[in-house]
């Protein structure tokens, strides 16, 4: 109080009292500073450490089997997401394509598709809406059907729609010649790819098996395997240069012409280089083209074929003899009550794989619809990191639709293969199918 007298003169008690309590505030204010500037230190260090987690952290390794229709649009939807894949397929080059003639894309399943991968306009470009036309007739060669017209299913080539589909994609995302034969969980529990070229592959978050009916994907999933459906195709070829040519393209002119008589068919397309497939459709053993006859033994191959269609119109059976080019192609499938699986996580099936039925018209179109349902799962929780809980969403959404596409095969392959062309014109009416009868 003496000191305080000394240098500021009287001093009252209320000025003492406020002096009291004004002493410590310069150490407040010290307090204070010291306290923001540990925060904001505590903070910076938490942010620098999040942002070097992002930076450290790989982009999930995303794996897909297989370079078809199924995995190469799955490959264009990830593509436009800027998500990073590897697509393996077992052909050695783009141009390798062999097996598979023309394939009709309908507007909800592969024409969505082709529209969210950006490639529709280039689709409308090469596809062939002249040939929509379906007729049918009987074994004596009577059409009694005749469908089509305007339908909006146009046909492209397998070997187009690859194409088309490559376009989309940077130069050098497949890895041509890398066939899979076993997919294998590794010591850390992660799966591991074993291809033919003796190369291995693992590290991947999620493996997208679109290779088709004899998925070598499948076995991580599923034990189901499919099963010989009792028929069997014969493809073969009527190419430009054949002397039946001509006659063929004025008797059958574009589109697709079915016969069917005596539990036997035969399917004739016209193709995009203008040529003709024809699938002899037979109910025979499994192992009737390996142990009784050869693809490679066309003149016995002929004449074993001209037997079985011993009573049907000539026109068919000049088919047989002017055909070249042959391949077997016994149809297999699976259950409807098969198609599902728990889900895994790391690893899921789309197309054939997935779903493989009796040939219905549906195939290619199931197939690119998954590719879309896959890819949009996909983008949902990729940012997250969360690919097990896309392939449970995804598989929840697809296996009733590929169920549903498998059943459709059975139901339909009877009437395929029946007496005559009544059931199946039925059976077409019975699930919606417009057409006419031919102008007398």
Not at 86 to 92: G, L, N, V
Not at 154 to 159: F, G, L, N, S
Request: proline fraction near 5%.
């Amino acid at each position: 109080m003496v000191r305080l007298e000394a240098e500021h003169g009287h001093v009252s008690s209320s000025d003492v009292r406020l002096y009291k309590y004004f002493i410590p505030l310069p150490f407040l204010f010290h307090s204070f500073f010291l306290w923001c500037v540990a925060d904001f230190h505590v903070h910076f260090i938490r942010e620098r450490k999040e942002e070097n987690k992002k930076k450290d952290r790989m982009p999930p390794k995303i794996a897909i089997i297989g370079a078809g229709p199924c995995g190469l649009t799955l490959a264009v939807l990830l593509e436009r997401a800027s998500i990073p894949y590897t697509i393996f397929e077992r052909d050695a080059s783009p141009e390798a394509v062999t097996t598979g003639g023309s394939l009709d894309i309908h507007p909800e399943t592969g024409q969505r598709a082709l529209r969210e991968a950006g490639l529709f306009e280039g689709f409308q470009k090469v596809a062939r809406y002249e040939d929509t036309v379906i007729s049918i007739s009987d074994k004596d060669g009577e059409r009694v059907f005749s469908a089509g017209q305007g339908r909006d299913a146009p046909e492209i080539d397998r070997r187009e729609l690859r194409a088309l589909l490559l376009g989309g994609l940077p130069e050098g995302r497949v890895r041509w010649g890398f066939g899979l034969v076993g997919a294998v969980r590794g010591e850390d529990g992660g799966v591991v790819l074993k291809f033919a070229n003796g190369e291995e592959e693992g590290g991947w978050d999620l493996v997208v098996g679109a290779d088709g009916a004899w998925s070598k994907v499948r076995g991580l999933v599923t034990k189901v395997t499919p099963r010989y459906s009792g028929k069997s195709f014969l493809e073969s070829r009527i190419t430009t240069t054949n002397p039946l040519h001509k006659t063929l393209a004025a008797k059958l002119g574009p589109g697709l012409h079915i016969a069917v008589g005596g539990g036997q068919l035969v399917i004739t397309q016209r193709q995009g280089n203008g040529e003709y497939r024809t699938y002899l459709g037979l109910q025979i053993e499994e192992s009737f083209f390996k142990n009784a006859i050869a693809e490679d033994q066309p003149d016995k191959l002929r004449a074993t074929m001209l037997d079985f269609y011993a009573d049907w119109a000539d026109f068919y059976k000049d088919l047989i003899r002017n055909a070249t080019n042959f391949r077997a192609w016994p149809l297999y499938t699976l259950m409807p009550e098969e198609v599902g699986w728990e889900a895994v996580g790391d690893v899921t099936l789309a197309g054939d794989a997935a779903h493989l039925a009796i040939t219905n018209g549906e195939g290619v179109n199931m197939a690119m619809a998954d590719a879309l349902a896959l890819a949009e799962k996909i983008k949902e929780y990729y940012a997250g990191g969360d690919l097990a809980r896309a392939v449970k969403e995804y598989e929840a959404d697809m296996f009733p639709r590929g169920s549903a596409t498998v059943k459709d095969g059975w139901d339909m392959s009877g009437p395929m293969f029946s007496d005559g062309p009544g059931t199946f014109l039925e059976f077409m009416a019975s699930v919606g199918a417009g057409g006419s009868p031919p102008p007398e």
